[in-house]
């Protein structure tokens, strides 16, 4: 209101609350264009943290992991043993006294392939060290047979085993006792070293 009563209008328009206050300022991040040193820093530092958790895995896994064994099927050599005893017109020398670590897998009392058909006995064992020993015997005595029973080996000595005097019979992967009697042949083999093989011959007891 002016000075004579009237009303007076501003010259000037208001500046508006937006024009007083100013326009907000955009604070939204804006692309640079350029790769984000942090981002990627990040990544490199997870690739790292997880190559050295598969590192660590791995060697537990291979720390931890054990080849599985093959079962060893134990058979009973007794009926073969009792066919043997009943039918052979020898003395049979068999095993006594093993102990538990000597496992029987196969016993027959049959021709071999080298044998003309005369009957052998055979019992086949796992050693204590996992190896294999057998005690084979028949009449018979070719150079044949000889060659099957010890893997064709051929003899390098004698050993005295428990008050029984043995050829020695050695081949690459076979070390065999050999005992010759008239037409009658014992042998204990085997694929384990000499005091495996001397330890089979010196169990062996004379039965018939």
Do not use: C
């Amino acid at each position: 209101m002016g000075e004579d009563g009237g009303v007076t209008t501003p010259s000037e328009p208001l500046e508006s609350v937006d024009e007083v206050a100013g326009e907000p300022e955009d604070t939204s991040p804006r692309p640079t264009g350029r790769p984000n040193a942090h981002l990627r820093k990040t990544v490199a530092d997870m690739i790292r943290s997880m190559a050295v958790v598969l590192v660590l895995v791995f060697a537990i896994v291979l720390l931890a992991w054990r080849p599985t064994e093959e079962a060893v099927t134990v058979i009973d050599p007794g009926p073969a043993i009792a066919l043997a005893e009943a039918a052979a017109d020898f003395p049979l020398l068999l095993p006594a006294g093993l102990a538990d670590q000597w496992r029987p897998t196969s016993a027959r009392w049959e021709p071999t392939p080298t044998s003309a058909g005369i009957p052998v006995l055979h019992v086949g064992y796992v050693t204590p060290t996992d190896e294999y020993g057998q005690v084979s015997q028949g009449r018979v005595t070719s150079e044949q047979y000889l060659d099957e029973q010890t893997s064709g080996g051929a003899p390098t000595g004698t050993r005295e085993v428990a008050g029984r005097t043995w050829q020695e019979w050695q081949a690459p992967d076979r070390r065999s006792l050999v005992l010759i009697d008239g037409d009658v042949t014992w042998i204990v083999s085997g694929t384990g070293e000499w005091p495996e093989i001397e330890s089979l011959a010196r169990s062996l007891s004379a039965v018939g």
